[in-house]
């Protein structure tokens, strides 16, 4: 169970600031993992801390805790990580493609 540790209660997501229409932006709600002594959250890239620093001031106020709006946490770390997508294949997957082609032929 995780608490903001600012005000106390429990809480099972974050409030993340995202760029909407024509310059705006706005706050939605995104769960989180926990991850060994915090939390993490997977984002895609047009939330609006996405171009801060790691320490600095503004990347903290894009992550607010959904009942009293501060950043949940009193230590500021935050460590951003990009990921790469590995796919990997079955046994059938050069078949399925010959397959295809094959349909294609016959239309
Ligand atoms: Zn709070």
């Known amino acids: 169970m995780i608490k903001c540790e600012k005000c106390g ?10 760029f909407l229409y024509g310059g ?17 959250i ?6 609006c801390g996405y171009e801060f620093d790691e320490d600095s ?10 009942h009293c709006g501060k950043y949940p946490f009193i230590d500021t770390e935050i460590q951003k990580y990009e990921f790469e ?4 294949f079955k046994q059938n997957c050069r078949d ?3 397959g ?4 294609s032929k016959k239309m």
Do not use: A, T
Request: aromatic share 10%.
């Open 9 to 18: 209660k429990e809480i099972e997501c974050v409030k993340v600031d995202y």
């Open 96 to 98: 399925d493609i010959r």
């Open 24 to 40: 705006s932006d706005g706050f939605e709600s995104v769960p989180f993992e926990e991850h060994k002594n915090g939390i993490y």
């Open 57 to 66: 001031e503004e990347i903290l106020d894009c992550i607010r805790c959904p």
């Open 100 to 103: 295809e082609s094959n349909e």
């Open 42 to 47: 997977d984002l895609s890239l047009n939330w």
């Open 85 to 88: 997508r590995v796919v990997m």
